[in-house]
């Protein structure tokens, strides 16, 4: 196991990547409906889903409020949830795992997994 | 396949909110054994990714969409209960935030996103790779196959609950999900190849998988 790039480096590419592919890219995404809804617009039920029962939520359809361009909407709103997305499972790894672990300690032992994921 | 509120039943919706409360309960608890602190920004950069990948919805057949899942891919490289947890925190976001997925619906979405096509694909992704050679190659042959099985399972499962909600009968609603969601998975197949294929060139050490599959020459 050879470590060719740093971690710091692959996880600056990563996040660089998500927001690349959330504000730059998701603007030209299909807008055709997925699978489920192409289901039930064919199957007569899409109409069940109509009624939202929680209604304050603040990116709805993936467009950022107050913001006319459509395009420019969806990239800042895709933008948001990928930073929001990046926070909370950061926070709450950092949380959650083990307390006063040094990550360094657990390379040797970790070939012999005893982890049950 | 984010179910909207009101295709569920609320009986199905309690049972699957039961279940992955129960599943969010044991995984919390574990990754204090099974989460390094060096794994800590990539669980960060998992669910930005996954957020970030599941908006782009590409073009199958008969003007319908797909987009990319992202759940196998998480729990190769971080683990199957820490990916299920990445699965969680974005499914809350989207529900919340994005008004995608209804709120009532959750349970049911992380049912099917979280347990059956992250748990479920890793289940599956474990039993191919160890009836596989132990080959660098061989790694990505069970990758894209589980990959695109979670999404197939998933949608089964999704259909499922519609079918018991009485919101569509199981012999039109499940042949259609499952073909569909076997059109989708091939998408999933390939992005979640090339990431972990990404991954492995760069830094092979950090994937989950490659620790617990130790023989895999990296």
């Known amino acids: 196991m050879k470590a060719i790039v740093r971690v710091k480096t692959l996880i600056i590419a990563g996040l660089v990547l998500s927001v690349f592919l959330a504000f730059f890219i998701s603007p030209f995404a299909s807008k055709s409906p997925d699978g489920l809804e192409k289901v039930a617009e064919r199957q007569n039920f899409l109409s069940l889903g109509d009624k939202l029962v929680w209604r304050h939520s603040l990116l709805a359809e ?4 107050g913001i006319k361009n459509e395009r ?3 990239g800042l709103a895709g933008l948001t949830g990928t930073i929001v997305a990046f926070a909370l499972a950061y926070m709450i790894a950092a949380l959650l795992r083990r307390p006063g672990g040094r990550g360094g300690e657990r390379r040797q032992d970790s070939n012999t997994s005893h982890r049950s994921g | 396949m984010h179910i909207p509120d009101g295709f569920v039943s609320g009986e199905i919706n309690t049972v699957t909110y039961a279940v992955s409360a129960i599943t969010v309960g044991i995984a919390a608890s574990r990754a204090k054994k099974n989460l390094e602190e060096k794994s800590v920004p990539l669980v960060g950069i998992t669910a930005a990714f996954v ?3 599941q908006m782009l919805n590409f073009p199958v057949a008969g003007g319908t969409s797909g987009h990319f899942l992202g759940a196998l891919l998480a729990a190769i490289l971080l683990g199957p209960l820490n990916g299920f947890l990445v699965m969680a925190v974005v499914l809350v976001i989207q529900s919340i935030l994005f008004a995608d997925g209804g709120i009532t619906a959750l349970g049911s979405n992380i049912f099917n996103m979280g347990i059956v096509a992250g748990l479920g694909g ?5 039993v191919l790779s160890i009836l596989l050679p132990k080959k660098r190659l061989y790694f990505l042959v ?5 990959s695109w099985l979670s999404v197939v399972v998933a949608s089964a499962f999704c259909s499922l609950e519609l079918a018991l909600s009485g919101t569509s009968p199981f012999s039109i609603v499940f042949p259609a999900m499952v073909g569909v969601h076997s059109l989708i998975g091939i ?3 390939i992005i979640t190849t090339t990431v972990l294929s990404v991954v492995m060139a760069s830094r092979p050490d950090l994937i989950y998988s490659g620790k617990l599959l130790p023989e895999i020459q990296m």
């Not at chain 2, 890793?122 to 474990?126: A, E, G, P, S, V």
């Not at chain 2, 069970?142 to 589980?146: C, M, T």
């Open chain 1, 72 to 74: 420019l909407a969806t």
């Open chain 2, 51 to 53: 957020f970030a990948a």
């Open chain 2, 122 to 126: 890793f289940m599956i992704f474990k």
């Open chain 2, 142 to 146: 069970p990758v894209s196959l589980a």
């Open chain 1, 62 to 65: 993936y467009l950022f409020p």
């Open chain 2, 187 to 189: 998408g999933e197949a």
